[in-house]
């Protein structure tokens, strides 16, 4: 049997840096023996050879740049969002398959569609869809984005629960990974505010949907504080005309 040679303790005092990471400083202008002397590096002629040229990128000389000469149409979306498609038949057949299991406890979330194969790639989030919703004979109980209202009477004709849960970049990334030590973002967009707290779209912050829930363990603690938070524009009033003195 081998011995091993026992590993000192690190300290202040034998720490020193990674080989290969550090390296000299190039030192121009100091003479032939440096190899990098008299020009410097740089030449004898020439635009890049004088001091304050920059050549910007894209810059082609004085002619017409190539990205002038295309037309421009249209704008980017900032607000755009891409959502990951999944169909009811699909689902079941992940279940029969026996690479998909749920239970109110446990719901199916990004994370189980990813690893088991269902989608393979999360987008901006998960969008349940209802086709083949006449093969769905499972319980499904499932916590995506979002949801077509036929999935969603689909899903709860059979017995289970879909809620459509907010999530951010981060909060979407966490769910991925299965981190649990950050607490995912509320919404902060009105458009987002006023879509998760209608019951129709089973939002999270739906105060009809949390009511029927109860104390279910589908139902965070958090969501209940939220919906009374982010619902107060249900009962704010901007159009109305200042009383008259």
């Known amino acids: 049997m081998a011995?091993?040679?026992?590993?000192?303790?690190?300290?202040?005092?034998?720490?020193?840096?990674?080989?290969?990471?550090?390296?000299?400083?190039?030192?121009?202008?100091?003479?032939?023996?440096?190899?990098?002397?008299?020009?410097?590096g740089r030449g004898h002629n020439g635009q890049k050879s004088r001091s304050g040229a920059g050549i910007k990128p894209g810059f082609e000389g004085g002619q017409t740049p190539i990205t002038k000469l295309f037309?421009?149409?249209?704008?980017?979306?900032?607000?755009?969002?891409?959502?990951?498609p999944v169909n009811l038949e699909r689902i079941q057949h992940w279940i029969n398959l026996g690479r998909l299991s749920c239970s109110p406890e446990k719901p199916i979330t990004a994370r189980e569609l990813l690893l088991s194969g269902c989608i393979h790639d999360v987008h901006d989030g998960?969008?349940?869809?209802?086709?083949?919703?006449e093969f769905l004979t499972s319980p499904i109980y499932i916590t995506p984005s979002r949801a077509s209202k036929s999935a969603i009477r689909a899903i709860e004709n059979r017995g289970g629960q879909v809620v459509c849960k907010y999530y951010n970049?981060?909060?979407l990334r966490d769910c991925v990974k299965g981190r649990i030590d950050r607490v995912a973002a509320a919404?902060?967009?009105?458009?987002?505010?006023?879509?998760?707290?209608?019951?129709q779209n089973r939002g999270f912050l739906s105060p009809e949907l949390l009511k029927k829930l109860g104390d279910a363990p589908l139902v965070e603690e958090r969501w209940k504080l939220l919906s009374q938070q982010l619902g107060k524009w249900r009962k704010q009033e901007f159009d109305v005309e200042k009383n008259k003195k």
């Open 126 to 133: 998960i969008k349940i869809l209802g086709d083949g919703a």
């Open 71 to 84: 037309p421009k149409r249209g704008f980017v979306n900032q607000n755009e969002r891409v959502w990951a």
């Open 169 to 171: 970049p981060l909060a």
């Open 3 to 40: 011995l091993v040679a026992p590993r000192s303790r690190i300290s202040l005092a034998n720490l020193s840096p990674a080989r290969g990471s550090l390296h000299k400083q190039k030192r121009v202008g100091r003479g032939q023996g440096s190899n990098h002397g008299g020009t410097a």
């Open 187 to 199: 919404p902060t967009r009105r458009q987002d505010i006023m879509w998760y707290t209608k019951f």
